[in-house]
């Protein structure tokens, strides 16, 4: 049934006009997104890394059973 999940999520995004740049299938699929919706950036949450000192600001919305991130 996750297989199924992943796929809802996708037709679920598309439909809204994201679009998919690249998606994770396993026990916690990703979906990394380009043009993120109004719906998605209201319920996303911002993380901050540093990756050999540099500062990466990334958002994080879970769609589903998948989360939904971009840059």
Do not use: H
């Not at 992943?6 to 994770?24: M, N």
């Not at 699929?29 to 990466?56: C, D, H, W, Y």
């Amino acid at each position: 049934m996750a297989r199924q999940d992943i796929i809802d999520t996708a037709y679920a995004l598309r439909r809204e006009g994201v679009e998919i740049v690249q998606s994770k299938d396993g026990r916690f699929p990703q979906f990394l997104i380009l043009r993120p919706s109004k719906r998605l950036m209201a319920k996303a949450v911002k993380l901050t890394e540093r990756i050999n000192g540099k500062r990466r600001e990334r958002f994080v919305a879970m769609q589903g059973k998948c989360a939904v991130f971009w840059y």
